[in-house]
């Protein structure tokens, strides 16, 4: 069973910073792409940043030059680094996973449960 769980998340003033860790973990043969995605109230999922195994990071243009994401291989996680944080950034933030799971011959995506980015004085 894959798993993704978040942590990190919390209560920070505007221009403060934040770093959000998700591991994956369970029976995982490969990674393919993992990701960040957050949800305001009232408002649809979108993409904050996202990295393809062997590829360049992209970024939504509203993180750009604000947030960085890596990628620790060994470890299965993905993170991400938050910095000059607007009142606009608050979210859950979800991380999210393509992967192929051991024994498997398609890749699945998984999302995480959700962590709460609230960025206010």
């Known amino acids: 069973q894959v798993q993704l769980v978040e942590s990190g998340g919390g209560l920070v003033q505007p221009g403060g910073s934040l770093r959000l860790s998700c591991a994956a973990s369970?029976?995982?043969?490969?990674?393919?792409?993992m990701g960040w995605y957050r949800q305001a109230p009232g408002r649809q999922r979108e993409l904050v940043a996202r990295?393809?195994?062997?590829?360049?990071?992209t970024y939504a243009d509203s993180v750009e030059g604000r947030f960085t994401i890596s990628r620790d291989n060994a470890k299965n996680t993905v993170y991400l680094q938050m910095e000059s944080l607007k009142p606009e950034d608050t979210a859950v933030y979800y991380c999210?996973?393509?992967?192929?799971?051991?024994?498997?011959?398609?890749?699945?995506?998984?999302w995480g449960q959700g962590i709460q980015v609230t960025v206010s004085s």
């Open positions: 990295l393809f195994s062997g590829g360049s990071p």
């Open positions: 369970g029976s995982i043969s490969s990674i393919y792409v």
């Open positions: 999210n996973a393509v992967l192929t799971p051991k024994g498997a011959t398609v890749r699945t995506l998984y």
